[in-house]
């Protein structure tokens, strides 16, 4: 019967493949190319996808040449002893992977899932399930990977595009500016993330038609790289390369951003973990698959009769090894670090070399004087890569606080504990609405940034909770009676429904950990008082690259989001008895250094109308006297309080190099060196 | 093999042989008759009681017909076979003869005769042709299978009219004796596949065969999995179907369940007015039924999973009013749930047990009154009676009864790993089905295709998956069929050239 023969299929094995190189790629990647290639860490990618298809290319002829199992032809290329080494070089490799990605699985699952279950048992049972996987021998894996591609693929893409949203293109530039070397090194990362696709070499004996087995190499390359290329744009674009560097794991940090359409799911986190629970379980898999199946090949019981059971059963028996390896992980840091280290430096170039040096053999077969320089090279490259480069409570016996006051960073855990008694519940902040930031705390620079490392540490507060200051925070949680529900879902309300104001002008905690890092932006925390017994906000706090400073009025404010294409419609009195009403505006922000003045240069256009009007003013007349308010306002807060209400800043980086460069090391004097010219296009409807 | 006795030309000795084998058979009718015109020629009938129609019957006619000729031309007659009904069959031993007896045949011994011959008639009483009870479809002949094997490959032979269409018979059970036939269609079926059947079905001796479902359990190869690795129909347009594809067509007399093999997961999701109705309507219902299959195992352990582990994933509003229902119901989320289920699971059963009409009483009084007045008696939330009525809707909503057994038992699992570990949990069980299921395998075929390994048959397999494509579309038979017997629908130019 087919389906009993020990072969897969092309597609089989590229699916195989792709599972292989995903797993801990799309997880740690991200931030690691964030910290060495930044924003270039883009072309990067590029870079390592295309040296991993040079070095498919390089395996090619070995892929065709090898008749039989991938130990037994290193055993006849480079000799027995030399072959049963190398072998026992892939199961020491494909052992400690093992150990380590059953550590880093079980680490993702408690970080993100069970906070407070035992890694115990987490381990044992994904190492349990592994063995369930590997029983089915390849056939059985190829079957399961084969199905669970679209389980994967359906909702990392779903979440692709739901993130998008999100994204904000500017974070994406300036580029080319980290230099040669680092892009070199990133490139090197990527490239290293790529090589598990050396493994095809294993999938040989498996696999009918060895074209099929490269081509689906190649595909897994090049599939893998888009993805790797969609993920890191999207990280890069949501939290800037600066937060993406400092993240543990950005992508699922973004799964609990990013928000679905319709809004029926509020957080769609712990369902997208299945994303890398699929990928990572695969390549623990696949770790322990192999190195039962090189130990078994090293032991020579792996031909005759009864191979393939002999090779279940080995690869059973390195479990133990793998949950002592992930146990050891789990104890001790530095031994994680070591294997951390150990796996770049030397594991994955190992991994690499191994075939290079079959590849080698094969060029210089025959020749002794040929034999002796392959093995010179061969040691260099080795010596190379080694040594150099790079219990949970009921529903009801919980409460879902929606909104939470601090008033100084050290009352933070009296704030939840005080959360805690009130009602005799177990507070659960997933729902958390609004965060109440005093505005004596806001402007206290080191204790908003205590807080803010504080509450990043709590798992549980979302990302997307909206940052709100007050006066007195007591006074305004004290409005939920009269309101009639929570003053924090009030307040979320207005800031997503009622409001004008596009809801991502609002700041939230992730906008506030990522702007620690990034320090790029000019950010309105709106400052909320009681009128009419409701909250309201009556002006803005302005966090300028991370720090205070000081606030503005709502008209203000609201000039910033217009001019930013945030803001639905701008009403605005141009005199006593003129009331116009500005929307759909589209703006286009632009840097002008002629003449020796630094003008930031905003066209706006956007459609008018006149609500009320006494005088006889002609559509020019109106348009310049809007403009001439714009321009006033910008440039008085520009020089009298260095507030940037273009938010210019940010856009440097992909509008102006030199500037760019020049205020990289002093942005502080950029306010100050600046104009604003605002140039309105209106078009006016006539009633 | 137990030693047999030869039919003899002695009627005496054959009369003594049976009389010995039948002793204390009392519903078995042994009469001695003379027949030839003179009345000279002893013989000896006997037959079962019921499983014989003496009154218009063909064993009548023979007798009429033996009773009208002479001595040496009856004699004569026998030995040439030239009686007139068409299908005596002649027995040499007296073995053979009690096997035919027992299958509900007359059996007539003839003096001077050393055969024994069998004489064709209704057989055993069965419940005759009827509707299928399960399987319902809206579009399409809604014809069962009986108990008789016998109608049920006539059945099949009525819809597939070709001599390709082989019947092979098998008796298994060493005192029941049960024809089992094997069906199938000689020039499609895969080559090896019939003989692995019959190796399975004689790898084990049991007394007796009284249903399909015991050979399928015993010819499994996987017996522990949930999941049936035999197909159960018992309508004979769908095993007319799958013979057509290639396919094995296994029944049991006694009956009415007729197995179909190989089978994969996307053979039990199909049903036949799939492609009696229109591809679209097609394709949506099936969709529907492969999410129902996931929600009938999932949604109860979800529902644990999102309220007790990841609230985050609710919108506030429902969050609340999930917490608001369950205020007073003394019992945690996960005792709650098996509460319902169990009650659902019983409620099911006596509504099955029971008499028609009573079983009906039985889902109204279950469904509606005993329902409201747990949630009146706060022993459960509404949420939670909303949820395992989804989840029963889901379940039923599987075409096959013994596939959707599987989900049902599975979803027990999913409940306690969910409780147990919430979304971690619903991971690692989805993980260990799709292992399990992607190591299960019904004769040869991987029990996920073609959802893996679609190109073995150039993805034509996955025409007719997820997605019906239209019939024009259905061009070729799915991998169960032989290589190069493919094609099974083809259009001809016409005089236009279109």
């Given at each position: ?258 928000q679905t359409y319709g809004g029926f799911l509020k957080r769609t986190d712990a369902f ?122 009921e529903l009801e016996?919980r409460s879902f606080p929606a ?25 659960d902040y997933n729902h958390l609405k ?28 979302p990302?997307n ?20 529900e929570s003053?924090g879902t009030?307040?979320e309300k207005?800031?997503e429904t ?190 | ?298 949604l109860p352990?979800l529902y644990l999973a999102v309220t007790n582990f990841h609230t985050q994933i609710l919108p506030t509003t429902l969050l609340l009013s999930f917490a608001e229902a369950r205020k ?5 989320a ?47 939330s509404p949420i939670v009676v909303i949820v395992?009525?989804f ?32 979304f ?75």
């Amino acid at each position: 019967m087919f389906a009993e023969n020990h072969k897969i299929s092309g597609r089989q094995t590229f699916r195989l493949l792709t599972f292989d190189l995903l797993g801990a790629g799309t997880l740690l990647l991200p931030t690691v190319l964030a910290k060495v290639a930044g924003r270039d860490g883009i072309f990067c990618i590029v870079l390592g996808v295309a040296a991993a298809l040079v070095y498919l290319r390089l395996l090619a002829p070995l892929v065709r040449d090898m008749e039989e199992a991938f130990p037994l032809y290193l055993e006849r290329k480079l000799g027995k002893v030399c072959g049963k080494l190398c072998a026992a070089g892939y199961v020491l490799y494909f052992v400690l992977l093992a150990g380590y990605v059953a550590y880093l699985f079980s680490d993702v699952v408690l970080k993100s899932l069970l906070r407070e279950e035992s890694f115990w048992l987490v381990l044992i049972l994904v190492l349990l399930l592994a063995g369930y996987g590997v029983w089915g021998g390849i056939e059985g894996r190829a079957r399961a990977y084969e199905l669970l591609f679209w389980f994967l693929m359906v909702p990392l893409f779903a979440m692709f595009v739901f993130a998008t949203d999100e994204v904000q293109t500017d974070y994406w530039a300036p580029i080319f500016t980290e230099g040669a070397g680092r892009a070199a090194l990133g490139a090197y990362c990527v490239f290293m993330c790529l090589a598990p696709v050396s493994l095809l070499l294993f999938l040989g004996g498996y696999v009918e038609k060895r074209t099929a087995l490269l081509h689906a190499g190649c595909g897994a390359v090049v599939f893998t790289g888009v993805v790797y290329a969609a993920l890191y744009l999207i990280l890069l674009g949501i939290f800037g390369a600066g937060a993406l560097g400092e993240m543990e794991f950005p992508a699922i940090t973004m799964m609990s951003t990013v928000q679905t359409y319709g809004g029926f799911l509020k957080r769609t986190d712990a369902f997208m973990f299945g994303i890398w629970f699929f990928t990572l379980y695969a390549l623990l898999n696949g770790s322990v698959f192999y190195g039962g199946y090189c130990l078994t090949h090293l032991l020579g019981l792996g031909s005759g009769k009864d191979a393939r059971e002999r090779e279940r059963r080995i690869s059973i028996g390195v479990l133990p090894a793998v949950l002592i390896l992930a146990l050891v992980f789990y104890q001790s840091a530095s031994a994680l670090r070591w294997f951390e280290l150990f796996l770049w430096y030397a594991g994955t170039p190992f991994l690499v070399a191994v075939p290079l040096l079959l590849r080698l053999v094969s060029i210089f077969k025959g020749s002794k004087a040929a034999k002796r320089m392959a093995a010179v090279i061969a040691f260099v490259i080795l010596s190379g890569t080694v040594c150099g480069g790079c219990g949970t409570a009921e529903l009801e016996d919980r409460s879902f606080p929606a909104e939470l006051a601090v008033k100084e960073a050290q009352n933070i855990s009296e704030a939840w504990l005080a959360a805690e008694y009130e009602d005799n519940s177990r507070p659960d902040y997933n729902h958390l609405k609004v965060l109440f930031l005093e505005r004596a705390l806001l402007e206290n620079e080191a204790q908003t940034e205590e807080l803010l490392d504080l509450l990043e540490q709590k798992n549980d507060v979302p990302r997307n909770t909206y940052v709100v200051a007050v006066e007195d925070a007591e006074q305004i949680m004290g409005l939920s009676e009269t309101l009639g529900e929570s003053v924090g879902t009030y307040l979320e309300k207005q800031f997503e429904t009622v409001s004008e104001i596009d809801k991502r002008m609002y700041p939230t905690l992730g906008v506030l950990y990522q702007e620690q890092e990034n320090r790029q932006e000019t950010l309105f925390i709106p400052f909320v008082a009681e009128e009419e017994g409701k909250p309201k906000v009556t002006e803005y706090c302005v966090w300028k690259r991370g720090k205070n400073a000081g606030t503005v009025g709502c008209a203000e404010a609201k000039i910033s989001f217009f001019i930013q294409n945030k803001l639905e419609s701008y009403l605005l009195s141009v005199d006593e008895d003129t009331v116009l009403e500005l929307s759909g505006a589209r703006s286009r922000i632009s840097f002008d250094g002629k003449g020796g003045r630094r003008q930031i240069l905003a066209e706006i256009c956007c459609s008018g109308s006149v609500v009320n009007q006494n005088g006889q003013a002609s559509e020019e007349e109106l348009t310049d006297a809007v403009t001439a308010y714009l321009n006033e306002t910008a440039a008085g807060l520009l020089r009298g309080r260095g507030i940037d209400l273009t938010n210019s800043y940010r856009k440097l980086g992909g509008a102006n190099r030199d500037w760019y460069f020049a205020y990289q090391s002093a942005p502080d004097t950029y306010e100050s060196s600046v104009e604003i010219v605002c140039d309105l296009q209106i078009d006016w409807m006539k009633f | 093999m137990a030693k047999e006795t030869a039919v003899t030309k002695n009627l005496a000795e054959n009369i003594a042989r049976m009389e010995q084998l039948f002793a204390d058979c009392d519903d078995i009718k042994k009469k001695e008759l003379k027949l030839g015109k003179d009345g000279d020629v002893p013989c000896y009938l006997t037959f079962i009681e019921v499983a014989v129609d003496m009154g218009n019957s063909a064993l009548l006619e023979l007798l009429k017909y033996l009773r009208s000729i002479p001595r040496d031309e009856l004699l004569r007659a026998l030995e040439e076979n030239a009686l007139a009904t068409s299908d005596a069959t002649y027995f040499m031993t007296i073995e053979e003869a009690a096997d035919g007896l027992l299958a509900g045949e007359s059996i007539l011994f003839v003096e001077g005769f050393a055969k024994a011959i069998k004489i064709p008639d209704d057989g055993y009483p069965n419940m005759g042709v009827s509707e299928a009870e399960s399987e319902k479809v809206v579009r399409g002949s809604n014809e069962g299978f009986t108990d008789s094997v016998k109608q049920n490959a006539a059945l099949i032979r009525k819809r597939i009219r070709s001599p390709q269409v082989k019947v092979k018979q098998k008796k298994i059970g060493v005192r029941s004796k049960t024809n089992v036939f094997l069906v199938y269609m000689d020039d499609l079926i895969r080559p090896g596949l019939l003989e692995e059947i019959e190796r399975r079905l004689d790898g084990f001796e049991i007394d007796g065969v009284l249903d399909s479902g015991v050979l399928e359990q015993l010819s499994e190869e996987k017996w522990y999995s949930p999941f049936p690795q035999f197909q159960t129909t018992e309508r004979p347009d769908r095993a007319a179907m799958s013979i057509l594809e290639g396919r094995v067509v296994l029944m049991s007399d006694n009956s009415p369940e007729a197995l179909l093999l190989p089978t994969d997961y996307n053979s039990f999701i199909r049903t036949s007015d799939d492609y009696y109705n229109r591809w679209e309507i097609a394709t949506f219902e099936r969709l529907i039924r492969y999410m129902a299959s996931f929600f009938a195992m999932t949604l109860p352990g979800l529902y644990l999973a999102v309220t007790n582990f990841h609230t985050q994933i609710l919108p506030t509003t429902l969050l609340l009013s999930f917490a608001e229902a369950r205020k007073g119901v003394p019992f945690p989320a996960v005792v709650e749930v098996l509460i319902m289920e169990l009650s659902f699971e019983l409620l099911r059963e006596a509504g099955v047990r029971l008499p028609g009409a009573m079983g009906n009483t039985i889902g109204i009084v279950g469904g509606l009154i005993i329902g409201q007045a747990a949630v009146e008696a706060n022993l459960v939330s509404p949420i939670v009676v909303i949820v395992i009525a989804f989840t029963a809707l889901c379940s039923f909503a599987i075409p096959n009864e013994e596939f959707a057994t599987a989900f049902r038992l599975l979803k027990f699992f999913f409940i306690g790993i969910c409780a147990w570990l919430g979304f971690f949990g619903m991971l690692v069980g989805l993980m260990f089905v799709l292992i399990h299921l992607s190591q299960l395998k019904s004769f040869g075929i991987p029990y996920l295709m073609p959802f893996v390994g679609a190109d073995l048959n150039d993805y034509e397999d996955q025409r007719d998956f997820l997605w019906r494509f239209p019939m024009r579309r259905l061009r070729k038979r799915p991998i169960y069929t032989r290589q190069g017997e493919r094609v099974k629908l083809r259009f001809y130019r016409n005089q236009k050239g279109e």
